[in-house]
Nanobody
């Protein structure tokens, strides 16, 4: 069974930066394209960024393009999300999951981790 453990969230002022980490176990990590998703209060979970199995291709939601960078380390079974120039509207719980292909906004695994809270103050 896959396990997804997100960390690195926190409280930051607008314009600040955070780096999120997702550790994956229970699957052959390097076989999967991976993605980051987020859910703000009262809203549905939405796709943020995706990365293919090798790390050579990335894909971003328009709302974060140019500010966020997704990366991965297959030797550590870990995917990262570097978030710069944060805005109050980025406030949400952030989750990782596999995706079928890097441009897919649909999560692949039925189970989710606990997520990590990101709060951006104005």
């Amino acid at each position: 069974q896959v396990q997804l453990v997100e960390s690195g969230g926190g409280l930051v002022q607008a314009g600040g930066s955070l780096r999120l980490t997702c550790a994956v176990s229970g699957r052959t990590f390097s076989r999967y394209d991976m993605g980051w998703f987020r859910q703000a209060p009262g809203k549905e979970r939405e796709f943020v960024a995706g990365i293919n199995w090798s790390g050579g291709t990335t894909y971003y939601a328009d709302s974060v393009k140019g500010r966020f960078t997704i990366s991965r380390d297959n030797t550590k079974n870990t995917v990262y999300l570097q978030m710069n120039s944060l805005k109050p509207e980025d406030t949400a719980v952030y989750y990782c999951n596999a995706v079928k292909v890097v441009t897919s906004t649909t999560p692949l695994f039925a189970s989710w981790g606990q997520g990590t809270q990101v709060t951006v103050s104005s």
